[in-house]
């Protein structure tokens, strides 16, 4: 990651974190991502500027009605990608988090891509290794889990043929 790059994370990071801010990126960011993912089939996301950015394709947990979530991801070095259910510090849950606990077989589009995958709860000594990771791509990440009152889900997504994400 290039220092400027950083550099940027660090400045805009705790901006992110504002109730003003939360309201706002929960408001207009997701249907502002669907358009431009539309538009460009997949891809290009605006979060991406800032940070690895996916869209996560998942089946709802009760509807059965396919479902669609972009979402920030960070690479575990292995060739999975770590996502957090942090609901920009929100009381509930995100719904795609209920997805994947229904139905773990997914896809995900990264860069245009897309992909199977299979999802995996993060739980025990694997969910601070995880924060920790995800900390050092976003800082202070974690405060969204904090500030909400809740224990955010995190998942592995594994890609069902072996690929670097």
Same mark, same amino acid.
């Given at each position: 990651?290039?220092?400027?790059l950083?550099?940027?994370?660090a400045a805009?990071a705790?901006l992110?974190r504002t109730?003003?801010?939360?309201?706002?990126?929960?408001?207009? /960011?997701?249907?502002?991502?669907?358009?431009?993912? *539309? !538009?460009?089939?997949g &891809?290009i996301?605006?979060?991406s500027? @800032? =940070?690895?950015?996916?869209?996560?394709?998942?089946i709802g947990?009760?509807?059965?009605?396919?479902?669609?979530?972009?979402?920030?991801y960070?690479?575990?070095?292995?060739?999975?990608?770590?996502?957090?259910g942090?609901?920009?510090?929100?009381?509930?849950?995100p719904?795609?988090?209920?997805? /994947?606990l229904?139905?773990?077989?997914?896809?995900? *589009? !990264?860069?245009?891509? &897309?992909?199977?995958?299979?999802?995996? @709860? =993060?739980?025990g000594?694997?969910?601070?290794?995880?924060?920790r990771?995800?900390?050092a791509?976003?800082?202070?990440?974690r405060?969204?889990?904090?500030?909400?009152?809740?224990?955010?889900?995190?998942?592995?997504l594994?890609?069902?043929?072996?690929?670097?994400?």
């Amino acid at each position: 990651m290039s220092r400027a790059l950083e550099v940027v994370r660090a400045a805009v990071a705790p901006l992110t974190r504002t109730g003003w801010f939360r309201r706002f990126a929960t408001g207009v /960011l997701p249907p502002v991502e669907r358009f431009v993912a *539309t !538009v460009t089939r997949g &891809r290009i996301q605006l979060t991406s500027i @800032l =940070v690895p950015s996916l869209t996560l394709h998942t089946i709802g947990a009760k509807s059965g009605e396919p479902r669609d979530a972009p979402l920030m991801y960070t690479a575990d070095g292995h060739g999975r990608a770590l996502v957090a259910g942090t609901n920009w510090a929100g009381a509930q849950h995100p719904g795609w988090t209920a997805n /994947l606990l229904a139905h773990p077989d997914a896809e995900i *589009t !990264v860069r245009g891509r &897309r992909m199977a995958v299979r999802a995996t @709860l =993060v739980t025990g000594a694997e969910r601070e290794a995880a924060w920790r990771i995800m900390e050092a791509q976003w800082p202070d990440y974690r405060e969204y889990e904090r500030d909400s009152g809740r224990t955010a889900r995190i998942f592995v997504l594994q890609p069902v043929r072996p690929s670097e994400i």
